[in-house]
Structures are given as structure tokens and as C-alpha cells.
């Protein structure tokens, strides 16, 4: 089986295919493990929100408000 491989690759690299069959791989490969990392990185986003429960951000504000129309003094004109 390793004689046959040898060959092959052998024949590839004479015919100048070998380069198009390596970038397929690599390809397939980063492919796999980019695609394993995102599993993994959504598994335990899951986990931990599981047992922590989920959090909720307060974000502080600094921003006021201030009111020019009072209630008790009705607008003129209208």
C-alpha cells in the first residue's frame, strides 16, 4: 500500500498536479479545524452559559434628560 502511495505521488508531481492536489488539501484541512474550533467555541459558550446563567450587561449612561415642557403650565397658541 505505501509502495502504491509512493507512486502515485511520484506520478503527480511528474504530470505538475501535485501542487493543485496539495492546495486541495490544505483547503479540506483548514476547513476541518477552522470548523471543529467554531463547534468547540459554541459548546462551551453553551456550557458555561448552562451553568452560570446568562448574563445581562447594565450599561450606565450618562446622558439626561431635560424636560421644557411643563405639566403643570399647558403650551400657548395651540
Known amino acids: 500500500m505505501a509502495l502504491f502511495l509512493v ?32 463547534v468547540a467555541a459554541l459548546v462551551g459558550w453553551r456550557i458555561r452559559r448552562a451553568l452560570l446563567g446568562p448574563r445581562r450587561r447594565r450599561w450606565r ?5 431635560e424636560v421644557l415642557d411643563r405639566r ?3 403650551p400657548r397658541g395651540y
Open 7 to 38: 507512486i502515485l505521488l511520484i506520478i503527480l508531481a511528474l504530470t505538475g498536479s501535485l501542487v493543485f492536489v496539495l492546495k486541495v488539501a490544505l483547503g479540506v484541512a483548514l476547513g476541518l479545524f477552522i470548523g471543529v474550533a467554531v
Open 72 to 74: 403643570d403650565n399647558p
Open 61 to 65: 449612561t450618562s446622558s439626561r434628560v
